[in-house]
């Protein structure tokens, strides 16, 4: 999902930085070529519709995460605060109006170009709405609505699928035609749709491999980079389909070694803690955050931000049988969009398959969709599983969020209280 | 003469630095504090040099009370032997001063003052020596056992007596304090113990409380007391400065298991602790062994942390210990909303404006603290019998009152431990750790042979 | 005889500040088959819960007045205060006259809190109400007819009752009937506000989300007619329009503040759910076809402009604006709840708009349990001296 790849390089990660360098150069060519552009989200993205209408995806988040990796959201916020944002708000938000302000340059360097569609996909998140009314003001392009209704009742309903169905008739591919010039071809969406699913299936399965001991992946900080081409511009094509299979093989290859997860400081030979963890990753501090892990040989071996663009591990494959329909299950089943006993339960599961020592909660400040209530996830989650749960408190992108100290103060203390719980009873710590 | 062992444990906080030495048994030998400066190797080196100290307090005791003839004279001894090494203690750091103060007052920005300038600061700290024994009175009130802080007050006091708004302004006496004390805080003062257990006992006998063959005897135990070899056989680290300790990776212990570790030494039925230090907040669940099962820890804002005391004490002209028998005094209820610090200031201001009485906002502000507390507690698993509560805040008598009345109205009746000791609990587990990780060691030892 | 202009404030501000739910309490209490059901801000198909014989009961936080112990452990210090409010209602048995609980998509955290309401009371009915953000009557339309409709099934499962069509179309007349009035309140107080100030409109409005609608409207009825025959004396104040309270709501002492500090709040989106829909549900000549069909319509086209719904081919801010023209308002006061993403992510928007038509705003921050007005006084005082000046150039 990004440049800043870690020190010691595997073959899929130069891989993963060429199709991206790839995919950002087409977009700075697109004034040149003529090719247009849907500024889209990961949650409930619509990469195999946008693109069998030859359209280029953006995604503004993963513009904000590059951003912050790269130390520049800092001054994109507070120049997205100058202009009267409150500090208050979502910083994935200020960085992308601030970047916006700033000229609109990419992660590689090469210009963004404007939108042609603002196609807003609103799943799992409220601001994400909020996050397109403001681009609204600042394009003049079009724009279309995809409203994914949220699982409150903890199940996919068909009503909420016919629902999405109809938008994506009557109101997303209207648009994208108006867009392009182009008619919509529903064979050449279930095409991309068979490519996806294929994909999907390695996705899985490096996903999976952090069920061996010791894990041969670390399933959050090492999984951000593993789901950049799925969740992003590349489903549906041959280069994610390449690169899942590239991705794949070095994860045998590792299991069949034995070794641990690759970190950018080698690899973690001795794994000691097992951890399952929710929350997105901070991205302004991404190789401090990850080193007070290593460090301590604590991997990570699932993750719920590896869910925010589909649950793929529980199951759910792009159907090019039922083009339309397939793509309404995966916008209503992506992480943000579950209910909270939904996602105890995940948590809860994902502790015992992968047989973890404990979980941990990041707590960003900016996502209310993910943090109002891990509070009781945290409670719910230790009474089921037995294992104790940790709270370290961080933001996205915003840098004044970050607090090293404080954060390694209670990721040390956790994993002590983690070996100290593991003396047998009648033994004194 | 065989040697004592002993093992150490610092616990490295925001606001002060506290050591504990254990003996072999597991019993404290010794405890030492100071405040914590900017140089966390000085503070750390001094609290444990305090620790020390106090350890042949200890061991002196120790002995008197095993001596039949003078076990009767320990009462009578001890505490003029520790006022004679506190004032000797007291007038080293007040030559460290005097020599500071001059220092400072060469820089060239200060020459338009001088040589009235050493003169006014030399009278200072000559007054402030003649002060000095009364402070040391076996018995004597102390607003702090801090140099810092005594000196501090005194310095204030004097420096406005001596100041003249046209030719020595206070300020800038004041400024040459700030620069000299940091000077005098990150020294580490030699203070012989044996010299002035010498010149206690000679004080003594010149005061007839005893007679010259006690005198003799008691020197004899003193002097075995004084050269018993304190051998450290390890150490551990804690704290929030914990990673700034000179110590091995190895000999670090999070603050939150010394913390449970500590309070569970204390009073083995504790099963939740509550620290509130200088810089966070700390709500901990141990099981029957003091092992931590469960803990929260205050987010990024400092409400509900000593600190805010701070800010109130300071906002209000007072010192931070004399704010809780303040607030023991108010009659009438205040409901404060704001814990966040950066408005307490103003919303402190706008009640006392109000009208409303200094002791009824300080009650009101001491229960919104420990309110934010309380949601610690609960988010850590709620309070349990017995519940501990420790640090620094756990002094202060209005915290503890808001605090029951909280735990009581919603967990009904707790038993609540507090230990006047309780600010040196993190510092107590970090050297149960220490001894056990020895005895660990130790033991494998023997395996392998 | 008539209740004075005090003594109705005085009934009012009773029933706004009763947290405990005492006179709803009293209410069920008076009927084993009595039925309860509370929503949380904004917006929710209220008349459903009318027509099935029960209570719906606003819940809108704590006030100043709840201190929050259990309910600072849920939710961490950059969220909101209500969800922390209305957990520490929850857990202190203060919530337990409700049967059910609906949760209407205004944010995350309300949305998330019917997750943590589903955990905690696993006994009551709760949903999660999702109103539509497509337009179109075939297809947001129909979804939104498909959320009424299950919510009418579930609330006749909870009361073991038939929700009858006849019955539907009497809740959304004395729905129609208690906007209407609210409608007549918010214009007499726009008209003449030394007669009907926001510090006491609020409170008639606060009463009704703890009243049947019937005893409500009587309120309304009473205090309009009070307020309009007092002889209070004309006092010329700044008219502003307040923007961004629609959610957690401000301390009644911040209200008063802005009054004393010489702003006539002329208009405002405090307490915005009921007031939601703008007009008359059922049409001058009655009740025609399907009451939900009404409902589905009313919401489609005659819903106000809110940070929640999406904004679409609509101009955000414009409402805003016309608002201020139609109240002869001369500014906006923006005063948003602390990290309310909805308001304060709309607050650029909005504040390009009024900008756009040449009206000045200021900005505040609050929370429900804010006790210290000084800045905000403040801050208004200068306000309301700096619109003078302009309108006497």
């Given at each position: 999902m990004?440049e800043t790849?870690?020190?010691q390089r595997d073959a899929?990660m130069?891989l993963?930085?060429k199709?991206?360098g790839?995919?950002?150069?087409?977009l700075a060519?697109?004034?040149e070529t003529?090719?247009?552009t849907a500024y889209?989200?990961v949650?409930?993205?619509?990469?195999e519709?946008?693109r069998s209408?030859?359209?280029l995806p953006?995604?503004?988040?993963i513009?904000?995460?590059?951003?912050?990796?790269?130390?520049?959201?800092g001054d994109f916020?507070?120049?997205?605060?100058?202009?009267?944002?409150?500090?208050?708000?979502?910083?994935?938000?200020?960085?992308?109006?601030?970047?916006?302000k700033?000229?609109n340059i990419?992660?590689?360097?090469?210009?963004?170009?404007?939108?042609?569609l603002?196609?807003?996909?609103?799943t799992?998140c409220?601001?994400?709405?909020?996050?397109?009314e403001?681009?609204?003001q600042?394009?003049?392009?079009?724009?279309?609505?995809l409203?994914?209704?949220?699982?409150?009742?903890?199940?996919?309903?068909q009503?909420?699928?016919?629902?999405?169905?109809?938008?994506l008739e009557?109101s997303?591919?209207p648009?994208?035609?108006k867009v392009?010039?182009?008619s919509?071809?529903?064979?050449a969406?279930s095409?991309?749709?068979?490519l996806?699913?294929?994909?999907?299936?390695d996705?899985?399965?490096?996903?999976?491999?952090a069920?061996h001991r010791?894990?041969?992946?670390d399933?959050?900080?090492g999984?951000?980079?593993y789901?950049?081409?799925?969740f992003s511009?590349?489903?549906?094509t041959?280069a994610?389909i390449?690169?899942?299979?590239a991705?794949r093989?070095?994860v045998?290859?590792?299991?069949?070694a034995g070794?641990?997860p690759?970190?950018p400081?080698?690899?973690?030979?001795?794994?000691?803690?097992?951890?399952?963890?929710?929350?997105?990753?901070?991205?302004?501090?991404f190789?401090?955050?990850?080193?007070m892990?290593y460090e301590?040989n604590?991997?990570c071996v699932?993750s719920?931000?590896t869910?925010v663009?589909g649950l793929?591990?529980?199951?759910f494959?792009?159907?090019p049988?039922?083009?339309?329909e397939s793509?309404a299950?995966?916008?209503?089943?992506?992480?943000?969009?579950?209910n909270?006993?939904q996602r105890?339960d995940?948590?809860?599961d994902?502790?015992r398959?992968?047989?973890?020592d404990?979980?941990?909660?990041?707590?960003?400040?900016?996502?209310?969709?993910f943090?109002a209530?891990q509070?009781?996830i945290?409670?719910?989650?230790?009474?089921?599983t037995?294992?104790p749960g940790?709270f370290?408190e961080?933001?996205?992108v915003?840098?004044r969020y970050f607090?090293?100290?404080?954060i390694k103060?209670?990721?040390e203390?956790?994993?002590?209280?983690?070996?100290?719980?593991r003396?047998?009873?009648?033994a004194?710590g | 003469?065989?040697?004592l062992?002993?093992w150490?444990?610092?616990?490295?906080g925001s606001?002060?630095?506290?050591?504990v030495?254990?003996d072999?048994?597991?019993?404290?030998?010794?405890?030492?504090?100071?405040?914590?400066r900017?140089?966390?190797d000085?503070?750390?080196?001094?609290?444990?040099?305090?620790?020390f100290?106090?350890?042949?307090?200890?061991?002196a005791?120790r002995?008197?009370?095993?001596?039949?003839?003078l076990?009767?004279?320990t009462?009578?001894l001890?505490?003029?032997?520790?006022a004679?090494f506190?004032?000797?203690?007291?007038g080293?750091?007040?030559?460290?001063?005097?020599?500071?103060?001059?220092?400072?007052?060469?820089?060239d920005?200060?020459?338009?003052w001088?040589?009235?300038l050493?003169?006014v600061?030399?009278e200072i700290?000559?007054?402030?020596e003649v002060r000095?024994?009364?402070?040391?009175?076996p018995?004597?009130?102390?607003?702090?056992d801090?140099?810092?802080d005594l000196?501090s007050s005194?310095?204030m006091?004097?420096?406005?007596?001596?100041?003249?708004p046209?030719?020595?302004?206070q300020?800038?006496?004041?400024?040459m304090f700030?620069k000299a004390?940091?000077?005098?805080e990150n020294?580490?003062?030699?203070v012989?113990?044996e010299?002035?257990?010498g010149?206690a006992l000679?004080?003594?006998?010149e005061?007839?409380g005893?007679e010259a063959?006690?005198r003799?005897?008691?020197?004899e135990?003193?002097?075995?007391?004084?050269?018993?070899?304190?051998?450290?056989?390890?150490?551990?680290?804690?704290g929030?400065?914990?990673?700034?300790?000179p110590?091995?990776?190895a000999s670090?212990?999070?603050e939150?298991?010394?913390?449970?570790?500590?309070a569970h030494?204390?009073?083995p039925s504790?099963r939740t602790?509550?620290d509130?230090?200088?810089?966070?907040?700390?709500?901990?669940?141990?099981?029957e062994r003091?092992?931590?099962?469960?803990?929260?820890m205050?987010?990024?804002?400092?409400?509900?942390?000593?600190?805010y005391l701070?800010?109130?004490?300071?906002?209000m002209?007072?010192?931070?210990?004399?704010?809780?028998p303040?607030?023991?005094?108010?009659?009438?209820?205040v409901k404060?909303?704001?814990?966040c610090t950066?408005?307490a200031?103003?919303e402190l201001?706008d009640?006392l404006?109000?009208?409303?009485q200094r002791?009824d906002?300080?009650a009101?502000?001491?229960?919104?603290?420990m309110?934010?507390?309380?949601?610690?507690l609960?988010?850590?698993?709620?309070?349990h019998d017995?519940?501990?509560?420790?640090?620094?805040?756990?002094r202060?008598p209005?915290a503890?009152?808001?605090?029951?009345?909280?735990?009581t109205?919603n967990?009904g009746?707790r038993?609540i431990?507090?230990s006047?000791?309780?600010?040196y609990?993190?510092?107590?587990?970090?050297?149960?750790?220490?001894r056990?990780?020895?005895d660990?060691?130790?033991?494998?030892e023997?395996a392998?042979a | 005889?008539?209740?004075?202009?005090e003594?109705?404030?005085?009934?009012?501000?009773?029933?706004?500040?009763?947290?405990?739910?005492?006179g709803?309490?009293?209410?069920k209490e008076?009927d084993p088959?009595?039925r309860?059901?509370g929503y949380?801000p904004?917006?929710v198909p209220?008349e459903?819960?009318?027509?099935?014989?029960?209570?719906?009961?606003g819940?809108?936080?704590?006030?100043d007045q709840?201190?929050i112990?259990?309910?600072?452990?849920?939710?961490q210090s950059y969220?909101?205060?209500i969800p922390?409010?209305?957990?520490?209602?929850?857990l202190?048995g203060?919530l337990?006259?409700?049967?059910?609980?609906?949760f209407p998509s205004?944010c995350?955290?309300?949305?998330?809190m019917?997750?943590?309401?589903?955990?905690?009371f696993?006994d009551?009915y709760?949903?999660?109400v999702?109103?539509?953000?497509?337009?179109?009557?075939?297809?947001?339309?129909?979804?939104?007819?498909?959320?009424i409709?299950?919510l009418?099934?579930d609330?006749e499962?909870l009361?073991e009752?038939?929700?009858?069509?006849?019955?539907?179309?009497?809740?959304i007349a004395l729905?129609?009937?208690?906007?209407?009035?609210?409608?007549?309140l918010?214009?007499?107080?726009?008209?003449r506000?030394w007669?009907?100030p926001?510090?006491e409109?609020y409170?008639m409005?606060?009463?009704?989300?703890?009243?049947p609608?019937q005893?409500?409207n009587e309120?309304?009825?009473?205090?309009t007619?009070?307020a309009t025959?007092s002889?209070?004396?004309?006092?010329d104040?700044?008219?502003?329009?307040l923007a961004g309270?629609?959610c957690?709501?401000?301390p009644?002492?911040l209200l008063?503040?802005l009054?004393r500090?010489?702003?006539?709040?002329?208009?405002?989106?405090?307490l915005?759910g009921?007031?939601?829909i703008?007009e008359p549900?059922?049409?001058p000549e009655g009740p025609?076809g399907?009451?939900?069909?009404?409902?589905v319509?009313a919401?489609?086209?005659?819903a106000?402009?809110a940070?929640f719904?999406?904004?679409?081919?609509?101009?955000?801010?414009?409402e805003?604006a016309?608002?201020?023209?139609?109240?002869?308002?001369?500014g906006?006061?923006?005063?948003?709840?602390?990290f309310?993403?909805?308001?304060?992510?709309?607050r650029?928007?909005?504040?390009?708009?009024?900008?756009?038509?040449g009206?000045?705003?200021?900005?505040?921050?609050?929370?429900?349990?804010?006790?210290?007005?000084?800045?905000?006084?403040?801050?208004?005082?200068t306000f309301?001296?700096?619109?003078k000046l302009?309108?006497?150039?």
């Amino acid at each position: 999902m990004t440049e800043t790849v870690p020190a010691q390089r595997d073959a899929s990660m130069a891989l993963q930085k060429k199709i991206l360098g790839e995919h950002y150069h087409a977009l700075a060519q697109a004034p040149e070529t003529g090719a247009k552009t849907a500024y889209t989200f990961v949650p409930g993205n619509l990469t195999e519709l946008i693109r069998s209408f030859d359209m280029l995806p953006v995604l503004p988040e993963i513009n904000a995460l590059q951003s912050g990796m790269r130390k520049q959201s800092g001054d994109f916020v507070r120049e997205a605060e100058k202009l009267g944002h409150s500090e208050d708000v979502c910083t994935y938000v200020k960085c992308d109006i601030g970047m916006l302000k700033g000229g609109n340059i990419g992660p590689t360097g090469e210009h963004i170009p404007d939108p042609d569609l603002l196609l807003l996909s609103y799943t799992g998140c409220f601001t994400f709405m909020k996050w397109f009314e403001l681009l609204k003001q600042e394009y003049d392009c079009e724009i279309a609505m995809l409203h994914v209704p949220y699982q409150g009742g903890g199940e996919i309903t068909q009503e909420m699928v016919d629902y999405i169905v109809r938008q994506l008739e009557e109101s997303v591919i209207p648009k994208l035609e108006k867009v392009t010039g182009k008619s919509f071809d529903e064979d050449a969406v279930s095409e991309r749709l068979a490519l996806s699913a294929q994909a999907e299936e390695d996705f899985v399965y490096v996903l999976e491999s952090a069920k061996h001991r010791p894990s041969p992946i670390d399933g959050y900080f090492g999984g951000v980079f593993y789901i950049g081409p799925i969740f992003s511009a590349f489903r549906g094509t041959q280069a994610g389909i390449d690169y899942y299979q590239a991705l794949r093989s070095e994860v045998d290859a590792r299991i069949a070694a034995g070794k641990g997860p690759v970190t950018p400081a080698g690899e973690v030979t001795d794994e000691r803690y097992r951890l399952v963890v929710e929350g997105p990753p901070n991205w302004t501090h991404f190789r401090e955050f990850w080193k007070m892990f290593y460090e301590e040989n604590a991997v990570c071996v699932a993750s719920t931000y590896t869910k925010v663009g589909g649950l793929y591990d529980r199951g759910f494959r792009h159907d090019p049988s039922k083009p339309l329909e397939s793509l309404a299950r995966y916008c209503l089943g992506c992480y943000t969009n579950l209910n909270l006993p939904q996602r105890v339960d995940l948590i809860s599961d994902y502790v015992r398959e992968y047989s973890a020592d404990g979980f941990l909660i990041n707590s960003v400040k900016s996502c209310n969709s993910f943090s109002a209530g891990q509070l009781v996830i945290l409670r719910e989650v230790e009474e089921r599983t037995g294992v104790p749960g940790g709270f370290i408190e961080s933001d996205l992108v915003d840098p004044r969020y970050f607090s090293a100290a404080n954060i390694k103060n209670r990721l040390e203390s956790y994993l002590q209280m983690i070996e100290q719980r593991r003396q047998p009873v009648g033994a004194t710590g | 003469m065989n040697g004592l062992d002993c093992w150490v444990g610092i616990d490295l906080g925001s606001t002060t630095t506290k050591a504990v030495i254990l003996d072999s048994e597991g019993a404290i030998l010794g405890r030492g504090i100071t405040n914590s400066r900017s140089n966390y190797d000085v503070a750390c080196a001094v609290a444990r040099a305090e620790a020390f100290v106090d350890a042949r307090f200890a061991l002196a005791r120790r002995t008197l009370e095993a001596d039949a003839e003078l076990a009767p004279r320990t009462e009578l001894l001890l505490p003029v032997i520790a006022a004679s090494f506190a004032e000797a203690k007291h007038g080293a750091a007040l030559d460290a001063l005097r020599a500071e103060l001059l220092v400072a007052a060469r820089n060239d920005f200060y020459k338009s003052w001088q040589p009235a300038l050493d003169r006014v600061l030399g009278e200072i700290v000559d007054e402030m020596e003649v002060r000095a024994p009364a402070l040391f009175v076996p018995g004597a009130e102390r607003k702090s056992d801090f140099f810092r802080d005594l000196a501090s007050s005194s310095f204030m006091q004097l420096s406005e007596e001596a100041a003249d708004p046209g030719t020595m302004p206070q300020d800038v006496l004041i400024g040459m304090f700030d620069k000299a004390i940091i000077k005098v805080e990150n020294q580490e003062l030699e203070v012989s113990f044996e010299e002035h257990v010498g010149q206690a006992l000679d004080r003594l006998l010149e005061a007839a409380g005893l007679e010259a063959g006690e005198r003799a005897r008691a020197a004899e135990l003193m002097e075995y007391a004084v050269g018993m070899p304190l051998q450290e056989r390890a150490h551990v680290g804690t704290g929030y400065g914990r990673a700034r300790l000179p110590f091995p990776k190895a000999s670090i212990r999070s603050e939150i298991l010394c913390h449970g570790l500590g309070a569970h030494a204390t009073f083995p039925s504790t099963r939740t602790v509550l620290d509130i230090g200088g810089q966070d907040t700390k709500a901990i669940q141990v099981d029957e062994r003091g092992i931590v099962t469960g803990f929260q820890m205050n987010d990024r804002c400092a409400a509900g942390c000593g600190r805010y005391l701070g800010y109130i004490a300071d906002e209000m002209n007072l010192g931070v210990h004399e704010l809780g028998p303040m607030a023991m005094k108010s009659t009438r209820k205040v409901k404060i909303n704001s814990t966040c610090t950066v408005f307490a200031g103003a919303e402190l201001r706008d009640r006392l404006n109000l009208g409303q009485q200094r002791e009824d906002i300080l009650a009101g502000l001491h229960r919104a603290i420990m309110l934010r507390a309380m949601s610690l507690l609960a988010r850590s698993g709620g309070v349990h019998d017995d519940f501990t509560f420790t640090g620094g805040v756990a002094r202060n008598p209005a915290a503890v009152r808001a605090l029951r009345e909280l735990v009581t109205e919603n967990y009904g009746e707790r038993k609540i431990n507090i230990s006047a000791a309780s600010i040196y609990t993190g510092a107590l587990g970090a050297a149960i750790f220490a001894r056990r990780a020895e005895d660990a060691d130790e033991s494998t030892e023997e395996a392998a042979a | 005889m008539a209740s004075t202009v005090e003594e109705l404030v005085a009934r009012a501000e009773a029933l706004a500040l009763d947290v405990d739910l005492t006179g709803v309490a009293a209410w069920k209490e008076a009927d084993p088959a009595r039925r309860v059901v509370g929503y949380l801000p904004v917006f929710v198909p209220i008349e459903i819960i009318t027509a099935a014989g029960m209570h719906p009961v606003g819940i809108i936080g704590g006030t100043d007045q709840v201190e929050i112990i259990r309910g600072d452990a849920y939710f961490q210090s950059y969220i909101c205060h209500i969800p922390r409010s209305v957990v520490e209602l929850g857990l202190s048995g203060r919530l337990d006259v409700c049967d059910g609980f609906l949760f209407p998509s205004t944010c995350d955290v309300i949305r998330n809190m019917s997750g943590i309401w589903k955990l905690e009371f696993p006994d009551k009915y709760v949903k999660y109400v999702d109103v539509p953000q497509n337009f179109d009557p075939e297809i947001g339309g129909n979804w939104w007819r498909h959320e009424i409709t299950s919510l009418r099934a579930d609330l006749e499962k909870l009361g073991e009752i038939e929700i009858t069509d006849e019955s539907m179309w009497t809740a959304i007349a004395l729905h129609d009937e208690n906007r209407r009035l609210l409608r007549n309140l918010y214009d007499l107080r726009s008209e003449r506000p030394w007669l009907a100030p926001t510090s006491e409109v609020y409170l008639m409005q606060r009463a009704g989300l703890v009243l049947p609608v019937q005893e409500h409207n009587e309120l309304l009825r009473e205090y309009t007619e009070a307020a309009t025959n007092s002889d209070r004396p004309l006092m010329d104040n700044s008219r502003i329009v307040l923007a961004g309270a629609f959610c957690e709501q401000p301390p009644l002492g911040l209200l008063r503040t802005l009054e004393r500090a010489g702003c006539w709040i002329v208009d405002d989106d405090l307490l915005l759910g009921p007031r939601m829909i703008t007009e008359p549900i059922i049409d001058p000549e009655g009740p025609v076809g399907d009451p939900v069909d009404a409902l589905v319509k009313a919401f489609l086209d005659k819903a106000a402009a809110a940070s929640f719904i999406y904004i679409d081919e609509k101009v955000k801010g414009a409402e805003l604006a016309d608002m201020v023209d139609k109240r002869q308002a001369e500014g906006v006061i923006f005063a948003a709840p602390s990290f309310c993403d909805p308001a304060l992510l709309d607050r650029p928007m909005l504040a390009r708009a009024l900008d756009e038509r040449g009206i000045s705003h200021i900005s505040m921050k609050y929370s429900e349990n804010t006790g210290q007005f000084q800045t905000i006084r403040e801050q208004a005082g200068t306000f309301a001296d700096a619109l003078k000046l302009w309108s006497d150039a």
